[in-house]
């Protein structure tokens, strides 16, 4: 293994405690913890979970696209056809 490099962060001591607790029943350290995640960062280019759940308007927005592509249904066989149908449409409005 290369050099060690400390990492150091400032966070509230009870949620510290609290994860550290339930770290510890998984049988796992802070540190594992610390390090696993910025190993998969690394390696991945991402963070290896969610960062928010939708707000209110994207779920909304989610929920409308869902709900246009169901409706809709349009089934094209290449991208052509999709910009044709797409073209038409407009003409008709």
């Given at each position: 293994?290369?050099?060690?490099?400390?990492?150091?962060?400032?966070?509230?001591?009870?949620?510290?405690?609290?994860?550290?607790?339930?770290?510890?029943?998984?049988?796992l350290?802070?540190?594992?913890?610390?390090?696993?995640t910025?190993?998969?960062?690394?390696?991945?280019?991402?963070?290896?979970?969610?960062?928010?759940?939708?707000?209110?308007?994207?779920?909304?927005?989610?929920?409308?696209?869902?709900?246009?592509?169901k409706?809709?249904?349009?089934r094209?066989?290449?991208?052509?056809?999709?910009?044709?149908?797409?073209?038409?449409?407009?003409?008709?409005?």
């Amino acid at each position: 293994m290369a050099a060690t490099a400390f990492v150091r962060a400032r966070i509230d001591e009870a949620v510290k405690d609290e994860a550290a607790a339930v770290l510890a029943e998984l049988g796992l350290t802070v540190s594992d913890v610390v390090r696993m995640t910025l190993t998969r960062v690394a390696k991945d280019h991402a963070l290896p979970f969610e960062l928010k759940v939708p707000n209110a308007e994207t779920r909304a927005a989610i929920e409308a696209s869902r709900a246009t592509m169901k409706a809709r249904r349009a089934r094209f066989t290449d991208a052509q056809e999709m910009f044709d149908a797409l073209d038409q449409e407009a003409r008709q409005q």
